[in-house]
């Protein structure tokens, strides 16, 4: 199961891309600790991702940047496309480690695929509403629910559940962080690879169906059974 946050940083998808948020309130030394805690379960996710810092208003030190500059890139190895901050002294110190920064800007839905957040913190689940497409990738920590199609060449990736009221044919990886009793549900359940936590699953009837059935893929006995939605 996955770890308690304490708030000092989200990550959160937003369409294509990957943001770490960093509270405004926290500690920096909160901010560091979570950061570290959260990455060293969930970095691989990220691999060649592009990744969006994203400061607010919180008005950081050259060495609370350096520091996660050393984290992000020296430790993990993400991919940090751009630093987002309306601070003019966290912009600055930002570009003397060598970051390039850009102004705080409103965020856009995509068109085509738009998340909407839910309401309450402590509600671990978000709900899509549009079609993934080939090269897009959706990750969060928790439950995710799309309403609509998961396209092959798409990626789904959850600690939590996947549930896809719609086309899954792309990847769908569920319990990310090891959690062997998360589950794959879908409408149309026909994906390139399913996984759940470290297991990786691909039933060969699959390719054989000819009705479209709900259906629900778990883990039993350390294989992913694929079976009709009780």
């Known amino acids: 199961m996955a770890k308690e ?4 940083i989200e990550i959160k998808g937003y ?3 990957v943001n770490i948020i960093l509270n405004t309130e926290a500690h920096f030394s909160d901010v560091e600790a979570e950061l570290v805690e959260r990455l ?3 970095h691989k996710f990220f691999s060649g991702v592009p990744i969006v810092l994203d400061a607010g208003e919180r008005v950081l030190a050259p060495e609370e940047c350096k520091r996660l500059k050393e984290i992000l890139i020296d430790r993990f190895k993400l991919n940090i496309s751009s630093v987002r901050s309306e601070s003019d002294e ?3 110190a930002m570009r003397e480690i060598g970051w390039e920064t850009k102004p705080q800007q ?3 839905r ?3 695929f738009t998340l909407r957040m839910p309401a309450e913190e402590e509600n671990d689940t978000i709900l899509l509403k549009g079609t993934l497409r080939s090269g897009q ?3 969060h920590r928790g439950n995710i629910v799309i309403i609509g199609d998961v396209n092959p060449g798409a990626e789904v990736v959850a600690t939590g559940d ?3 009221l719609g086309k899954l044919r792309g990847v769908a990886h569920a319990g990310a962080e090891g959690d062997t009793a998360a589950e794959i549900i879908a409408l149309d359940l026909h994906p390139i690879q399913l996984r759940i936590a470290e297991y990786i699953g691909r039933s060969p009837d699959l390719d054989l169906k000819t009705d479209t059935v709900p259906e629900k893929a778990r883990v039993e006995d350390g294989n992913i059974i694929v079976g009709k939605l009780d």
């Open 5 to 8: 946050s304490s708030g000092a």
């Open 15 to 17: 369409g294509n891309d």
């Open 40 to 42: 060293e379960d969930s």
């Open 90 to 92: 966290t912009r600055k």
């Open 106 to 108: 409103r965020r856009q």
């Open 110 to 112: 995509k068109r085509s």
């Open 137 to 139: 990738r959706q990750w």
């Open 162 to 164: 996947i549930v896809v």
